[in-house]
Structures are given as structure tokens and as C-alpha cells.
């Protein structure tokens, strides 16, 4: 064996401590067709659910940490204090979504295991970046064809 540092330079040529290809003692029992069905429906209910999570990323919390940040500018009467609660609660509902995204991502990893599915990577990337591109898609038809950015010659006002 040529893993004495003597015999190779001092240079270590093997495979490192903890590196090497994983090995199980036997294939895992299959849990039967009608299991692996209700966990095939599990795994698509967490992905519908992590589908919905990530939209609210791109909307309704948004929204919610805004007029949460404008109830305290009107009760402080403080426009730094409104900010300042507009951030820590966006800040702290985002970071809280995208944990609770990264857990089902892994939940949903094992439940397409159980249900028979050689599941390796998780779907978190593809749907967080689907819902973005569909949002980012939907704002720029509502902002550039529903409201439009408007016209230097039409103010959209009548008798003006």
C-alpha cells in the first residue's frame, strides 16, 4: 500500500478520510403500490404547497410588510420608525418563507423517495425560479399595458 508518506514524497495520493462512494447493506423494502401512491399524492400536495409559499414571496408579503411599515408611520408618526418596521418584517417574513421552503424541499426529497422515485435533488430552485419569472412576467403587463407608464402629451385627465 503506497499510503505511507515515505514511500510517495510526502504527497498524499489517496482517496481522503470520508470520501468514499456510499454503501448500503441491501435495497430497501418496497412499501407496495398503494403506499407509493399516497406518498406519490403527498409529494405532490408539498409541491403545490411550495409552489403557493414561493408566490407569496413575490406579492402578498411584500404588500403585507408595507402596510404593516405605513400603520406604524401613522401611529408614530414617524416616517424612519414606518421604514424600519417595513424592513425588520419583510426581512423577518422572507427569511422565515424561504426556511420553511427549504424544509419541504427536503421533506419532498424523501416523500419521491418513498413513493419510488430516484429523487436526488430537490425542486426548490425550479419553482422559486419559475414563480419569479412568472410574477416578474405578470408586474411588467400590469405596469406597462393595465397601468401604463403614461404619455407626456395625455395626462388622462378629462377637460385638461
Known amino acids: 500500500m503506497r499510503s505511507d508518506p515515505s ?4 504527497l498524499f495520493v489517496g482517496r481522503r478520510p470520508g470520501t468514499a462512494p456510499v454503501q448500503y447493506r441491501e435495497m430497501p423494502e418496497r412499501a407496495g403500490e398503494r403506499r407509493e401512491r399516497i406518498d406519490g399524492s403527498l409529494a405532490n400536495l408539498m409541491l403545490a404547497g411550495m409552489t403557493l409559499l ?23 408618526g414617524s416616517v424612519g420608525v414606518g421604514i424600519l418596521v417595513a ?8 427569511f422565515g ?10 421533506a419532498w426529497i424523501l416523500v419521491r423517495r418513498a413513493a419510488g422515485h430516484d429523487q436526488r435533488t430537490g425542486a426548490l430552485a425550479r419553482v422559486f425560479g419559475t414563480t419569479a419569472v412568472i410574477c416578474g412576467a405578470a408586474f411588467a403587463f400590469w405596469f406597462l399595458v393595465i397601468h401604463g407608464p403614461g404619455s407626456s402629451s395625455f395626462s388622462g385627465k378629462p377637460g385638461a
Open 7 to 10: 514511500d510517495n514524497g510526502g
Open 87 to 94: 424592513f425588520a418584517a419583510l426581512f423577518g417574513l422572507l
Open 54 to 76: 414561493s408566490l407569496l414571496c413575490w406579492g402578498p408579503i411584500p404588500i403585507a410588510c408595507l402596510w404593516a411599515g405605513s400603520q406604524a408611520n401613522y401611529l408614530s
Open 97 to 106: 418563507a424561504l426556511a420553511l421552503l427549504k424544509r419541504l424541499d427536503n
